[in-house]
């Protein structure tokens, strides 16, 4: 049996006050969730998360992180600088990464790999666009990132590794794959992680679906086979939208 895990990527919202006093509430209200429970907020908010949900079910991930342990790379974040501060995920791979700020493959596979020597757990973000997907493009773009992505990363590895498959024309425009649309996308990435790493590996790996999930769509995603939890963007940052998010099955 796969566990749920629904994780909320805050982008670049809610500073250091906010992010604590957001996740106290919300602590509250997810309390009783049976699914994993993760909140990515931005870098400088990421330690005050940590002490406040501290003995609660909430974990905390960081967006992204430096392909570097440390030295002259002005800006940047390292993985060890995120396991002193509490950390133990990454969201590495996001569309937007990828597009606005032009990582390539070859870049969030070694920080892939660094997070995972590191002891992080990675969830790696896939997808296609819109063009991608009318082309017919879309096995064969999913593919080439699952294959780079993980290039180089052990089957034991895996047990660390969430894929979340992110369909860039479904994020923050309201437009949501549908249920069997996002399965088969899904489908086609644990098939891809059982030619890797074999099919043992490919049945306990998470899957989550993300773009534009909302508590009046996520029961029907969730009651798909081969969607294991969600990636929600902006009905991440209201408790509100987001508690109903998690519990979606209480
Ligand atoms: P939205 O839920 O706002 O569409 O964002 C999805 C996303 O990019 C999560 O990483």
């Keep these: 049996m796969r566990k749920v895990c629904i994780a909320g990527n ?100 070694a920080k892939v790999k660094l997070a995972l020597e590191e002891g992080l757990e990675v969830i790696l973000c896939v997808g296609e666009t819109l063009d991608e997907r009318e082309k017919g493009q879309l096995e064969a773009v999913l593919k080439h990132q699952v294959v780079e992505g993980l290039r180089g990363v052990t089957p034991q590895q895996m047990d660390s590794i969430i894929v979340a498959y992110e369909p860039v024309w479904a994020i923050g425009t309201g437009k949501t794959a549908t249920p069997d649309d996002a399965n088969q996308a899904h489908a086609l990435i644990r098939g891809e992680v059982a030619t890797l790493f074999g099919k043992s590996v490919a049945e306990s790996l998470i899957i989550q679906y993300g773009g534009s999930v909302k508590p009046s769509n996520v029961k029907e995603l969730m009651a798909m086979e081969h969607i294991d939890g969600a990636l929600v963007g902006g009905a991440s940052l209201t408790v509100e939208q987001f508690a109903p998010i998690v519990c979606y099955n209480n």
């Design 10 to 109: 805050w982008k670049m919202n809610m500073g250091p006050q906010e992010g604590a006093k957001f996740v106290k509430e919300l602590a509250e209200a997810v309390k009783d969730a049976s699914a994993r429970v993760v909140v990515a907020p931005p870098f400088v908010t990421l330690s005050g998360v940590v002490a406040a949900t501290k003995g609660t079910n909430i974990e905390v991930a960081a967006q992204n992180m430096s392909d570097h342990l440390k030295g002259a790379f002005t800006g940047e974040v390292s993985a060890e600088m995120l396991k002193e501060v509490g950390v133990k995920l990454v969201i590495l791979g996001h569309s937007e990464r990828r597009t606005l700020y032009q990582e390539s493959d070859e870049f969030i596979n």
